[in-house]
């Protein structure tokens, strides 16, 4: 064997001793508690969703503590807080990704994370998972984008350990602040725009990359430049921190521009090749891309607002436009629910204006079943969706196909309604 395998080889098996340690440590504490008399604590907050799976266990001056902390991140930063950012996680992956190769002269890479007001520990367990499942060759840069965070320990004490970071990988970490709450999609964009490495992944800060995620992404992208790609993702819960595994699946929408997944398409089980790329009509948020073509297709519309929508159009952009969205099985992302997202308690009115904004660049006659699954009427919808036409020319210089064709060829579960003669809401008010 090569020095490299044999370097990969010790790797894993370093990996899988780690996970038996922590499996027998487990045992013993359990055993333990067995001959322990265990007190039982008054729960305070019995209708609150930590506490569902989780918590039983803690005094009630540590759950109230807890809660507080839900109700401000969304998820349990109490229990994040005490966990190892280095924590094993499982693998994944089928075991025929696990015994597929890559090439070794593989693309560099930038890795962004997105974040507002996220717990410290989340960020730094995400950084730290990249910098121990990605080759240290490959990676080039982790660029943090603050979209104005109003937390203070994402200020001073965030500094701190990037500082500490780039002792030990000189150059690595670098931090973009706006100075004013831009959004989803122009965060996204920032991080594009500060990224110097081949290919970009786009990613949240709170996730936690799995073993060999990278190695699939650049070795499709260096096969096609064209391609956009995004990781099979799977759950971690926000409560015990737990990771679930998803199905691979391929990403979708319906009418109103909702993210979706779609059942994995017939040809893709044809091939026989689980670890073969799927062909997927649209991506959810999570994606990597050759940064120069993301560059040439428009990156992102930077018109769209807050969150939602950003996906659906990218992927509308990308298919119409010469290129192609694909999710790969071997690479897997463990991503962090949230009981609420950040921007807004209710992302309905963004999405609802962003998908208006999609619809009028690039679904041509079928944008009226946008409108339609909005209830919303086309002449004087009563929403600003802004001004498109910088993205239309943008449309007309790539010499992109129509969304008829879209439909045919790429998205043909997508059925619209047709001869719709007119839609609204029925009110009916009672008569006492």
Request: aromatic fraction near 10%; charge should be neutral.
């Amino acid at each position: 064997k090569s020095v490299e395998a044999l370097h990969e080889n010790i790797k894993q098996i370093e990996y899988d001793l780690k996970l038996q340690d922590n499996s027998k440590t487990e045992v013993r504490q359990a055993d333990n508690a067995k001959g322990e008399k265990k007190i039982v604590h008054s729960l305070l907050y019995p209708d609150s969703f930590l506490f569902k799976r989780w918590g039983t266990d803690l005094r009630e001056e540590e759950q109230t503590v807890a809660q507080n902390l839900f109700i401000k991140y969304g998820y349990n930063v109490y229990l994040s807080d005490r966990l190892p950012l280095d924590r094993p996680i499982r693998d994944t992956r089928s075991p025929s990704c696990k015994t597929k190769k890559y090439p070794k002269d593989l693309p560099t890479l930038s890795v962004v994370l997105i974040f507002l007001n996220e717990a410290l520990s989340i960020i730094l367990r995400a950084i730290t998972s990249i910098i121990k499942r990605t080759p240290s060759h490959l990676l080039k840069e982790i660029i943090l984008i603050d979209d104005y965070s109003s937390n203070d320990d994402l200020k001073e004490p965030l500094e701190k350990h990037i500082k500490n970071y780039n002792t030990k990988h000189p150059g690595l970490l670098k931090i973009i602040r706006h100075q004013k709450r831009r959004g989803l999609t122009q965060a996204r964009i920032s991080g594009w725009e500060a990224s110097t490495a081949d290919i970009v992944a786009i990613l949240d800060a709170h996730v936690e990359v799995n073993m060999e995620w990278a190695e699939p992404i650049l070795s499709r992208i260096k096969e096609d430049r064209t391609v956009i790609v995004s990781p099979v993702f799977d759950n971690v819960r926000f409560d015990d921190f737990k990771l679930i595994q998803y199905s691979v699946a391929a990403d979708g929408f319906d009418w109103a521009l909702w993210c979706l997944y779609e059942a994995l398409p017939d040809e893709w089980y044809a091939l026989k090749d689980e670890t073969a790329p799927v062909r997927s009509p649209s991506i959810m948020g999570i994606l990597a891309a050759d940064r120069k073509f993301l560059g040439d297709i428009g990156v992102l519309d930077g018109g769209m607002h807050i969150y939602g929508g950003e996906n659906v159009e990218l992927g509308l952009r990308a298919w119409q436009c010469g290129g192609k969205i694909e999710v790969l099985p071997c690479s897997r992302i463990a991503h962090l629910e949230r009981a609420h997202k950040p921007y807004l308690p209710d992302l309905s009115t963004a999405v609802q204006r962003n998908a208006l904004r999609a619809a009028e660049v690039w679904m041509d006659d079928y944008k009226y079943m946008v409108y339609f699954a909005w209830n919303l009427p086309i002449e004087n919808p009563g929403i600003d969706f802004g001004d498109v036409s910088s993205r239309k020319e943008l449309r007309k210089k790539l010499k992109c196909k129509g969304f008829d064709w879209y439909i045919k060829n790429v998205y043909p579960n997508l059925i619209p309604l047709p001869n719709i003669v007119g839609y609204g809401i029925v009110s009916v008010e009672s008569v006492i």
